[in-house]
């Protein structure tokens, strides 16, 4: 079932770009493992399609307010050799949004909006089986937020039955941007309607993590933005349950959303070392998924001071669902009991129902053996909390406000997102 993406704004791109590059390298790394055509021609089919001349093209779409961007990441593709992007299926103006969400919404998404879905419908007609929808973009600014909403939206009107998944990064908390609040309070009201799930990677976290799998304690975005593409990967890339059945993303939805209400998803992925420290580390199963387990309990990401007094019974961190991946040499055998514990899911989820995992016999990238938890649960709703504290104290002043009125957006609409995300705090909390 073949996946399309939509890169959206900067980091939309430039993670996109690094997602395809980490699949294609997964790919080269498995050439010369035993039984690795299936799983590589799964991998081929769900996420490119050949191209002009028999070359592989990945099933994007590139959407950017400036054209250097989307020029930048099809040229880096091609370079490659391995991939590339489709000639055709890139979309960018000359001026960006300004960090401002009401201008990329109201203005450059109103403009677009139209040409986009005719891109998304000749993508369309290049898939046999078509799965679904992953959107990649940020919420901070002003494309990825504004526009990336306005273009999520439209898909989820245009295609109301297919599947639809929204990758978001999260700005860093001590501010990248003066309004990043107020277009990440925006854009969170409006696609928790929209979308079937938003997979959330905050920046605060993906830094730490940059700086424990780098070799140089200075991390730039491109060793921020690797985080997520591996952990995409990780999730993404072919698996099965015990009875066989692939790992598609339209699955994934439907067992980590339960309920409407609770959209929010959270990723955590195994080991965490550094690329010159992996051939000097050795991994077990007991170890990875005690470990993963843990981070779940202690609404960490990071494999780093792991509180090990938290325990299911005093867990900070309740849970709808779980849904793992474990790729390695023995991974069917894996005890994976401890994330079936009632403890930490609500009374309502039946007994069992919770947790769902996937497996993979072929290593991943450079990993030996690795684990990848998908959740959702309480885990973004501190960060989501303060983000809506921040923006709600700038807004009873109507401070920068008239920037996005004077797009044609209504203070009204201010008060209808918070009130959304108020509700959206207050039924996690309820959990």
Not at 302 to 307: A, F, V
Request: proline share 3%.
């Amino acid at each position: 079932m073949s996946v399309i993406s939509l890169q959206l704004g900067q980091c939309g791109n430039q993670i996109g770009q690094l997602f395809f590059d980490t699949l294609m390298s997964d790919l080269q790394q498995r050439e010369k493992e035993r039984n690795s055509k299936e799983y590589q021609s799964r991998c081929l089919d769900r996420f490119f399609v050949s191209g002009e001349d028999h070359k592989l093209e990945a099933r994007a779409i590139s959407v950017d307010t400036e054209g250097k961007v989307v020029s930048n990441v099809f040229d880096q593709a091609k370079k490659t050799g391995r991939w590339c992007y489709p000639s055709d299926q890139q979309l960018s103006g000359r001026r960006g949004a300004g960090n401002n969400w009401a201008d990329g919404f109201y203005n450059h998404g109103a403009k677009c909006e139209q040409e986009v879905l005719d891109l998304v419908q000749r993508e369309l007609e290049k898939c046999d089986h078509f799965g679904g929808f992953c959107s990649l973009m940020s919420i901070g600014g002003g494309t990825g937020s504004g526009l990336g909403t306005r273009v999520t939206r439209a898909l989820k009107e245009a295609y109301p039955k297919s599947f639809l998944i929204n990758v978001l990064v999260w700005p860093h908390s001590a501010g990248e941007v003066i309004v990043q609040n107020y277009n990440a309070v925006l854009s969170m009201a409006h696609l928790s309607e929209s979308s079937d799930a938003l997979l959330i990677f905050q920046n605060d976290d993906i830094r730490k993590i940059a700086q424990t799998l780098g070799s140089s304690p200075k991390v730039t975005f491109d060793d921020m933005n690797r985080v997520v593409s591996e952990q995409l990967v990780a999730s993404l890339q072919p698996a099965v349950s015990h009875d066989g059945s692939d790992n598609l993303l339209g699955r994934y939805l439907e067992h980590l959303v339960p309920h409407p209400d609770y959209k929010l998803l959270t990723s955590r992925f195994l080991p965490q070392v550094s690329e010159a420290a992996v051939s000097f580390s050795t991994f077990n199963w007991p170890a990875l998924t005690k470990r993963t387990f843990q981070m779940l309990l202690t609404q960490s990401v990071i494999d780093e001071g792991l509180n090990w007094h938290i325990k299911p019974s005093n867990s900070r961190n309740k849970t709808l669902s779980n849904l793992m991946v474990i790729r390695g040499k023995g991974c069917q055998s894996v005890d994976t009991g401890i994330f079936s514990s009632p403890e930490i899911y609500p009374s309502w989820i039946p007994r069992g129902a919770g947790f769902a995992s996937f497996t993979q016999s072929l290593p991943l990238l450079r990993y030996e053996k690795s684990t990848s938890l998908l959740s959702n649960c309480q885990t973004p709703i501190r960060a989501l909390d303060t983000m809506v504290s921040k923006a709600w104290g700038m807004f009873a002043m109507r401070a920068y406000t008239h920037w996005y009125t004077r797009y044609g957006m209504q203070e009204e609409e201010f008060i209808d997102c918070f009130a959304k995300l108020e509700q959206t705090i207050g039924n996690y909390n309820s959990v």
